[in-house]
């Protein structure tokens, strides 16, 4: 296994898909995993240290494990399968550790939010891993940067808690 660290997000204009970049430590190489844009958002602002008055779905998942005594402690993305990355989220609870299912975005916000190690193998890493210095990629990046630098927290605040007040419980919205 081998620790990746999130370096950023990034925008490929290309596919119109975000991209989280996952650092490899003491390595030229960089591995780009392409997620969507609610997943983008919520690692965004897991990222910043967002705050909000109820929690979103990342947090609840981090209630539900935490109300049943279990603690999350790493990520571990496992397998590449047509394109598509696998992961595991390892919780543990005493004894017990277990390994549960994960899309790597979500497991990837969960561990921002926590500050857990996310880890791959060397199959991964030799197989999706990219060299930085294609430096069109940068300018997507700082472009996504500055997107997310743009969001108003306040106002997505006062969204969801005027979402909270006066809908009920049950209401979705599409």
Known sequence: MKEVKVKGLAFDKRNNTPVVILEI???????????????????????????????????????????????????????????????????????????????????????????LPIYTTEEIINEGGIKIEDQSNQTDEREFKDFVEHLDIDQIRKYFENEGKGEGEGHERN
Not at 33 to 49: D, N, P, R, V, Y
């Open 25 to 115: 430590p003491n390595s030229p190489l960089v591995l780009p995993i392409w997620i969507g844009s609610c997943e983008a958002f919520a690692l965004s602002l897991a990222m910043q240290k967002a705050e909000f008055p109820r929690p979103l779905t990342h947090d609840l998942i981090l209630n539900v494990i935490s109300a049943f005594k279990g603690a999350p402690e790493k990520i571990f993305i496992d397998s590449l399968e047509e394109n598509t990355y696998k992961a595991k989220l390892i919780l543990k609870n005493g004894d017990t550790t277990m390994e549960i299912d994960c899309r790597p975005s979500d497991g990837i916000i969960v561990a921002t939010k926590r500050d």
